[in-house]
């Protein structure tokens, strides 16, 4: 199974991911940029993940 992790502007927790499915769980694991428009190497029975964010706004002054 191949996982590939969504990132985008605001994101939280992609590298967490890449992490614990890459090196905790030794799966094929991809980053994938938000403004990609297809999924080359992907296919049935390989998972997508959309990690929690933010908006824009919480960072520290």
Do not use: R
């Not at 605001?10 to 990609?36: F, P, Y």
């Amino acid at each position: 199974m191949k996982f590939g992790i969504i990132v985008f502007p605001g994101s939280n927790c992609d590298d967490d991911m890449m992490h614990v499915l890459g090196n905790v769980l030794q799966q094929d694991t991809v980053k994938i940029w938000h403004k990609e428009t297809e999924l080359e190497g992907f296919g049935a029975g390989d998972c997508i993940v959309l990690p929690g964010g933010f908006s824009y706004g919480d960072y520290l002054p």
